[in-house]
C-alpha cells in the first residue's frame, strides 16, 4: 500500500534524507554522491527526488516497483507546484510496471538500467485498446506496459543515454510456444496524454512494442537507441497510433519488426472509433530490420493516416524501405505521404505495397470496407544491392492511386530478380527512377511533392534543465 505524503511532508523527506547522507562515509556500506546534470526537455521541474528516497535498492535483485510507485505517487503532488522529477541513480533496478503522472519527469542516469521484472505477476492487466477491439497477441486483455500512463500532461521520460532492459526472452518463448492469453507488454506506452517527451535512452528487448504513444497529442520521441535481436517477435521499434503532431528524429533502431510502424486502429474497432495520426515527422533514422520495415504505414490504419513526412533515413540490411500495408475490411485511409532523402543498403523491396494483408480481429468486419490509398510521393533516394526495386499490389477495384516516385536510383543485387517491378492494381508517375518503372507508372516531368512549410510539432519549445541531487549508493 502507498503512503501518501502532502508536499510540505515530501519536501522534509527529501531535506532529511540529504542530512543523514552527510552522516555515511565511503568506508560503510552505503554513502553519498552528488550528482548534477543538464538535459534538454519540454519542461523543467522545481522539485527534485532520487527513488532511493523511497527505498529503492539498485542491486538487479531487489523488486523495486513498490519504490516507484510510493515515489511517483508522492510525488503527484506537487504537480501544481512546479512538477517534479524522479532521479534514477547508477544501478540496476529490477521493477515491474508503474504508471506515470502528469508535469513529471522520469530521468535515468547514464549508469542506470530499469531491468523488467520476470514475474507475470508485476504486469497487470487492462483492456483492449478501443481502437482494436482485441489485443494484438490474443483476443482478450493485454499487460500494462512496464512505464505506462493514460491521460497525463506534461511527461518527460528522458536521461543521458540510461538504459531500459525489458528482458523480453520470456515473453517471446510464450510467444513462440502458444502460451499467451493475453497481449504481452510494451516498454513505454502512454494513452490519451499530450505534450510528451521520450529522448535520450536506450531500450533493449522490449517483451513486444517499445514505444508506443497511443490516442496521444504533442510527441517528441528524440536520440533513442533501440536493441532487440532481428528475429525477435513484433519488437517494432516506434508505433504512433492515433497520435496528432508527433516528431520522431535522430533514433538508431534493430528491431525484429518494422522500425516505425504508423497505426490508427483496426478495422471496424478503428473505423467507428475515429482517430486518425496526423502531421508526423520523421528525421534522421537509421533503421536495420531484415525481416520488416523501415516505415511501415498499417495494416492497423482504419482511422486513417495522413501528412507524414519522412526524410534523411538510413535503411541497412532491411526488408522494405518503406511499406504501406492494409487489406478489404480496413476501409480508412492513408495519403498525403511525403518521403524523401532515404539511403538503403541491402534490401529485399526499396518500396511495397500490399492490399492483401489480410489478418482481422475478428469476423465481424465490413467485407465493403475498401481503404484509400492515394498521394503518395517518394523522392530523392538511392539504393544499393536491392533485391527488387518496388512491389507494389493495390487492391482490384480499388487501386491505390495518386503514386508519384521520382529521383531514385536504385543499384540491383546480383542475384536480383529477372522483373525489377511489379505493378498490379496501383495509378502514378514516374521521373528519373532507375530501374525503369513499370507500365502502370509510366514517365513524367513531375517533381514529387515535399512540403515547404513546417509542423507545428517543429515549434515547440525546448528547455535546458540543471539539476543537483544527492543519493545514496552502496
Known sequence: MAIFLSKLQIKLVIFISLIL?????????????????????????????????????????????????????????????????????????????????????????????????????????????????????????????????????????????????????????????????????????????????????????????????????????????????????????????????????????????????????????GIAFGMPTKQLVIRRLTCISPTSAVIALGSEMSGGIEDVRAEDILAINSESGVRIKTAVGRGGYVKDIYVKGMTMKTMKWAFWMTGNYGSHPDDKYDPNAYPVIQNINYRDMVGENVTMAARLEGIVGDPFTGICISNVTLGLAPKTKKVPWTCTDVEGVTSDVVPQPCNLLPQSSKKCDFPLESLAIDNIEIQTCSHTIKYLQK
Open 21 to 269: 547522507l552527510s552522516n555515511n562515509n565511503v568506508n560503510g556500506r552505503r554513502y553519498h554522491i552528488t550528482d548534477s546534470f543538464d538535459y534538454t526537455a519540454i519542461s523543467c521541474r522545481a522539485h527534485t527526488a532520487s527513488v532511493t528516497d523511497f527505498g529503492a535498492v539498485g542491486d538487479g535483485e531487489t523488486v523495486n516497483t513498490a519504490a516507484f510507485k510510493a515515489a511517483i505517487d508522492n510525488l503527484s503532488q506537487l504537480a501544481t507546484d512546479g512538477g517534479s522529477q524522479l532521479f534514477v541513480p547508477p544501478g540496476r533496478w529490477l521493477t515491474g510496471s508503474f504508471n506515470l503522472t502528469s508535469h513529471f519527469t522520469l530521468y535515468l542516469h547514464q549508469d542506470a538500467v530499469l531491468l523488467a521484472s520476470q514475474d507475470v505477476d508485476e504486469w497487470p492487466l487492462i483492456d483492449p485498446l478501443p481502437s482494436y477491439g482485441r489485443g494484438r497477441d490474443a483476443a482478450g486483455g493485454r499487460y500494462t506496459s512496464l512505464i505506462f500512463g493514460t491521460n497525463l500532461t506534461d511527461v518527460v521520460i528522458t536521461g543521458g543515454n540510461g538504459t531500459i532492459d525489458g528482458q523480453g526472452d520470456l515473453w517471446w518463448d510464450k510467444f513462440h510456444k502458444g502460451q499467451l492469453q493475453y497481449t504481452r507488454p510494451y516498454l513505454i506506452e502512454l494513452m490519451y496524454s499530450d505534450n510528451i517527451q521520450i529522448s535520450n535512452l536506450t531500450l533493449l528487448n522490449s517483451p513486444s512494442w517499445n514505444v508506443h504513444p497511443v490516442y496521444c497529442n504533442n510527441v517528441v520521441v528524440q536520440s533513442i537507441t533501440i536493441l532487440a535481436p532481428v528475429n525477435s517477435p513484433n519488437t517494432d521499434g516506434i508505433n504512433p497510433d492515433s497520435c496528432t503532431n508527433t516528431k520522431i528524429e535522430d533514433c538508431y533502431i534493430v528491431s525484429g519488426d518494422d522500425c516505425v510502424a504508423v497505426k490508427s486502429g483496426w478495422d471496424q474497432y
